[in-house]
């Protein structure tokens, strides 16, 4: 069983976790999440902790999966998660208008993003996209589908690209001598 399989996971207050056979339901301050999990994996909790064990040892498992997936969920109905979106280039700007968000990405037309169940999209100012939600899932596909529509190129780094990230830049062609 993997290492991070064993550990169990703490249910802090105000989160009622309900299990009925494979699937887990989540509820908290933020809302709530529902998962089936692998039939090879058994989920238990007792006194305000949940554990993942595997029923047949001899089966390759899933355990550290289930577990980590368990755990993003009772996060993300506390705490909830973000990532941000940084937009670099003359002319690339984003907005928002209701629950869109429009991009100016240097195409002939704009690009829009809406708002999708349970995730938010934020534009503080138009070099910055914020996403917001409850389901890291949904949240890093979103994300993905955003930096899509304009990756970072290597050669001046324009583009969408996830803050913090580091994009490898190469060396121009070279003039004549």
């Known amino acids: 069983m993997s290492r991070i399989g064993k550990k169990p996971i703490a249910v802090p207050a105000g989160v009622e976790v309900k299990i009925d056979g494979h699937n887990v339901t989540v509820k908290g301050p933020k809302g709530t999440l529902t998962r089936e999990f692998n039939h090879d994996v058994d989920i238990k909790l007792d006194a305000g902790v949940l554990t993942v064990s595997v029923k047949d040892p001899n089966k390759d498992n899933l355990t550290g999966l289930s577990r980590t997936l368990l755990s993003n969920m009772v996060v993300g109905v506390t705490d909830g998660f973000e990532k941000q979106l940084e937009v670099n280039g003359v002319g690339y700007r984003v907005q928002k208008q209701g629950n869109k968000l429009i991009m100016n990405m240097g195409f002939s037309h704009t690009v829009e ?11 503080p100012n138009p070099n910055t996209i914020i996403v917001k939600g409850i ?43």
């Open 135 to 177: 389901n890291k899932e949904a949240i890093g596909q979103l994300c993905a589908e955003i930096r899509e529509v304009r990756p970072p190129e290597p050669y001046k780094g324009k583009g969408i690209k996830y803050a913090g990230e580091h994009i490898i830049r190469k060396e121009g062609k070279m003039g004549k001598k």
């Open 113 to 123: 993003f809406e708002d999708r169940e349970g995730v938010t999209i934020e534009a």
